[in-house]
Structures are given as C-alpha cells and as structure tokens.
C-alpha cells in the first residue's frame, strides 16, 4: 500500500505520521523512464491536473467525478474517517482551494491490508462527499466497459520521485504524469508492469512510467473520443521483493468498472448494507492552524538555510515573498503559516511548529522544530 512518513530533522524524527496501511507494497512514486526529458511529464501532467483533488493527509489524491463527490482508495480514506471520529474536520485541495469533506464511503469488507500476503480480497475504493462544489475542476468520466486490456492510461501525482534505472529519489512537490499500457483486467483489478525502455513488448510507452508514495488513490484514465475517464484508482505496488520503483515492478490499480453500480447507487442516495457511512460529527471542530497576519518585509528575516547536525533546513519564500516555506533534502516543501510571534505551524499538522529565536542584523539566528515528543534546535549558516 503506498504510505511515506513525513521528514527528518537532525537525528530526531518529526513523523507526521503514515495516514495509510503499508502492505506487499510499502510505497509508490511516480516514477519514469530514465531515457525521456523530464519536461514531458510536467506537460503531460497540465493536460490533466485540473481533474485532481489532493487529500491533505499528507498525502494521498483523488478524482473529481461529479459537482461534490472525488473517487479515491480506501486505503486513503480512512485516514479521513479517523479525523471524523475524532470530530475533527478534513479539508481537500482542488486548484488550491481547500473545500470541506462531510461524508466518506466504502466498503465495509475492506480489510487492513497489512496483514494480508494476497491482496485479492481488497476493495480498495471509496467515495468523498465535498460540502461544496469545487470552482474550476473538471470532472473524469466513468469507464464502464470491460475492455481495459491493451488501453493506455494516464497517470498523475506529487508523490516521491525517481526513475526505472536508480528508483526512488527524494520529492519535489510537482505534479507529473505518465503512460501505461494495461496488461490484465481481472475482477476487481487493472495491472501493467513498469517497462525498460529497451523490452520488447507492446506495452511499453512513450512517457512510460508508474505512481510513487503519496500518489495512492490517485487516477488512472483513459481517454476516448477526447473525453476523460477515470479507469483505476491507485493502490498497491507489486516489487517482486526487491528495491522500488525500478523496471519490473507491477503497478495494480483497482477497477472501477467492476464498481460501477456501488458508486452511481451511493452518489444518487440508494444505499447498501455493503458499504460504510462515515459523516462528519455535527460538533466537529476545525484544527487548522489560525494565521495571524506577517508583513511580507518581515518574512524575509526568517528566510535562508539552518543546519542541525548533518541536515541543512532550508527556509523561504514564494507567491511573490508572502508565503513562507520549509524543506529538507530529498522531501517535499511544507508551507508554514504564522500563528504566533517568531512562530509557524505547519499548514498540513497543527501539531507541529518551527519557533525562530536570537535575532541578529535583522536575522534570526536559530530554529527550534517543535513536535508532540519533543523539540530540535538548528542554527543559521
């Protein structure tokens, strides 16, 4: 199952914890061939970003299918669901608009897939209910056909990063997408195998390539007659017991053509005793960091590179110096938003901070990461 933690700070672990079950398969990136020009797969991945809807768990993506309802894997929503029974509220992110989730769904035969050895009994698929309509999203077909096999498929995520020859390498933070060819459709799964460019085989692809760790509950589509239509939905990776994201691995999507009914009964209210209701409790509480507001100018006395040990914090600045964000290497970025003096809480965790202290020339000269077991200090260099 496609699970990452979050980053490392020094020798201590700022883990945001894994908001998915790990499995056969403990991650997934999106993965490409080592033989294309990167480029390619940031155009590919515009032709269909505004069909996505990024979880914030602090992972995990999803498909927009109709005005408030995103398919995704359950494996994903069940981090969701816990936030429910915490009463606690989840906001999504489509075109960078967070919207409010007040309903997920799924089976109520999905089992934890890490006790599992054969991953055939899953039904890894479940439904968001969005409070609103998302404002400038575009929305995926359903394939309904039985005849995936020998169709290419487009898919697309911010997971880790990394390509067949060296396998995962780090995060950036940008949405890419790749190609595949389906090679077997079978009850409740679409699979295709990661091709080396020089196979000879009918399934390898132009953009050849596979999902990676946060990009679960992802899309796979086909797009017929140039409309889009959401085929499979991103869960487990098959590594043959060795290293990831390397040539031969095989990705296994689940099929939603074999959902089909489940999900067109569930949107227009015709329940099943199958499925598990989870709503949003009617007193949950939103525990999104309160930003306070920092002059832009002020910003940049915050802004440069800390280092803690062996590990270089890098601090800055984007969206024309009003936003400020944190990353280390081989980890995606974490926006920070200002919720006290000197003080910032990561917008994806309220439980966890970056304090800055001792200022110095108009600088400020330590950082102090804070985390629900304890705190780390790095200096400026």
């Not at 894997?73 to 029974?85: D, L, M, Q, R």
């Not at 999104?288 to 940049?300: D, E, F, H, M, S």
Request: aromatic letters at 10%; glycine letters at 8%.
């Amino acid at each position: 199952m496609k699970a990452k933690n979050y980053f490392i700070i020094g020798s201590m672990l700022l883990v945001l914890t894994s908001f998915s079950n790990t499995s056969k398969s403990k991650k997934d990136t999106i993965i490409t061939r080592h033989d294309t020009d990167e480029a390619a797969f940031f155009k590919l991945a515009k032709r269909f970003e505004k069909y996505i809807c990024h979880l914030n768990l602090p992972d995990c993506e999803g498909t927009i299918i109709a005005d408030q309802w995103v398919v995704t894997a359950a494996h994903c929503a069940t981090g969701i669901a816990e936030k429910f029974k915490n009463k606690r509220k989840h906001f999504v992110s489509i075109n960078d608009v967070e919207i409010e989730v007040d309903k997920v769904i799924m089976h109520k035969e999905w089992e934890n897939p890490s006790i599992l050895t054969d991953m055939t009994p899953l039904n890894d698929i479940a439904l968001l209910h969005l409070k609103r309509k998302p404002i400038g999203a575009k929305q995926a077909k359903l394939y309904t056909d039985k005849d995936e096999v020998d169709k290419i498929i487009y898919m697309l995520g911010k997971g880790d990063i990394g390509n067949g020859l060296t396998g995962v390498n780090g995060n950036d933070g940008k949405l890419r997408g790749v190609t595949n060819r389906i090679e077997t459709a079978t009850g409740k799964w679409l699979s295709w195998t990661f091709d080396h460019p020089n196979t000879k085989t009918k399934y390898l692809t132009e953009f050849e390539g596979i999902s990676g760790p946060g990009d679960s509950g992802g899309p796979a589509f086909i797009v017929k007659n140039g409309d889009v239509y959401l085929a499979g939905v991103s869960s487990w990776q098959d590594t043959k017991d060795g290293p990831e994201g390397l040539y031969g691995v095989v990705e296994n999507y689940t099929r939603v053509s074999h959902y089909i009914n489940w999900i067109y009964e569930e949107m227009k209210g015709n329940t099943s005793k199958n499925m598990l209701r989870i709503q949003q409790h009617p007193n949950a509480i939103d525990y999104r960091p309160k930003a306070i507001y920092v002059n832009p100018k002020t910003l940049q006395q915050y802004v440069g590179e800390f280092k803690t040990q062996n590990t270089t914090i890098k601090i800055y600045t984007k969206a024309n110096g009003t936003k400020l964000y944190l990353s280390v290497p081989n980890q995606p970025e974490y926006e920070l938003i200002p919720t006290a003096k000197h003080q910032f809480t990561f917008k994806a965790d309220e439980n966890y901070k970056v304090k800055f202290k001792n200022i110095k020339n108009g600088v400020l000269q330590e950082l102090i990461a804070i985390q629900p077991d304890g705190t780390a200090t790095a200096t400026r260099k």
